[in-house]
């Protein structure tokens, strides 16, 4: 601040940041049962949206992938497909066991064994499901993660030799 | 009406050759019909005015190692009635009259039993996968089921941390 007090001065990074801290968008999209503790996250009590975070309806706006339930081999490419319409920089949260592990699915035939097989995951949450809460504190701490970050595009490494 | 009238009218129908009665202690009571004859059983069971079986609310496969058995479970809305149909198949060559002509709900459970089990329903409309995607490798349901490694370039197995057995 200067000493008139009408001038702000900042760092440029830190003022992107907060810009993107703030305005956390996340895709509208629920792969099981976690889905609906997602629905009681953005809902009135919960209510996600005091912190920026609000849900976008198409990948290509959005800035976080919350992977709300177990994911199918069949779903899965479709998950691979959404992650790579959004543009960087993007966030992901494993929301739940089964988007963490497999949990209770893991010792089946359909379920992918932890979505961080198919995409980069920033996040895991744990719980069956987890509430609303800690989906809550999984955004805050996205943002702390974006506090800490400097503002150049980063390309995230490929997985399984796929971009 | 109960099983054992049922199954009479059943063996009157078709004649008792591999027909067969089955009461256990514990479980449904069913009625084992020879593969062949299948589809004339289902629709005799349908048409006739007092079995008026005019639901067909399941389709499910076996495997039991030695064979494997394809088990239809109707229920009669009109008579408040229902019955158990088995079908022993071949192991090896698991193949059957599809009753889709019959009851138009076994589209799907036809597709579920051929997707995880390989059960092959003969005169199905659209026999793929159902639940498994379509380049899937094996029947996961079979005994002697064995994953494949890689799906698409996704490994099917994960580490336990706590060195436990892998998933």
Redesign the interface.
């Known amino acids: 601040m200067s000493s008139d007090a009408r001038v702000l001065t900042t760092r440029v990074d830190w003022l992107l940041n907060w810009g993107r801290w703030n305005s956390l968008w996340y895709l509208l999209f629920g792969t099981a049962c976690c889905g609906i503790e997602l629905m009681q996250t953005g809902g009135p009590r919960a209510d996600v949206d005091r912190f920026g975070a609000v849900p976008r309806a198409v990948p290509r706006q959005s800035d976080l992938m919350i992977v709300a339930g177990a994911v199918t081999y069949k779903m899965a490419e479709r998950v691979r497909l959404l992650y790579d319409q959004m543009p960087e920089p993007k966030y992901v949260i494993a929301m739940g066991s089964c988007a963490n592990c497999g949990g209770l699915f893991t010792r089946s035939y359909s379920v992918v064994k932890g979505v961080d097989l198919v995409i980069p995951v920033d996040i895991y949450l744990p719980g069956c499901a987890p509430r609303p809460e800690a989906l809550t504190d999984a955004i805050l701490k996205i943002q702390k993660k974006i506090q800490s970050e400097r503002w150049v595009a980063k390309r995230r490494p490929l997985l399984h030799g796929r971009a | 009406m109960d099983v054992r009238e049922i199954f009479q009218r059943l063996e009157a129908k078709l004649g008792s050759v591999g027909l067969a009665l089955a009461q256990p202690a514990a479980g449904d009571p069913s009625i084992t019909v020879p593969a062949a004859r299948l589809r004339d059983a289902c629709r005799f069971l349908k048409s006739d005015p007092d079995l008026a079986f005019d639901y067909l609310r399941c389709v499910s496969g076996v495997d039991l190692k030695d064979r494997m058995e394809s088990v239809y479970h109707l229920f009669s809305t009109q008579r408040s009635h229902g019955v158990v149909l088995k079908v022993v198949l071949d192991r090896g060559n698991p193949e059957v009259d599809s009753v889709e002509p019959v009851w138009k709900s076994a589209n799907w459970f036809e597709r579920e039993s051929f997707d995880l089990l390989g059960i092959r329903y003969l005169g199905h409309s659209n026999l793929v996968r159902v ?3 379509g380049d ?1 490798v094996g029947h ?1 349901l079979r005994k002697d ?1 064995v ?1 494949q490694e890689h ?8 580490p336990d941390p706590v060195g436990g057995e892998d ?1």
């Open positions: 639940m498994m995607p899937w996961p089921y994953e799906y698409h370039g996704i490994p099917t197995t994960r998933a």
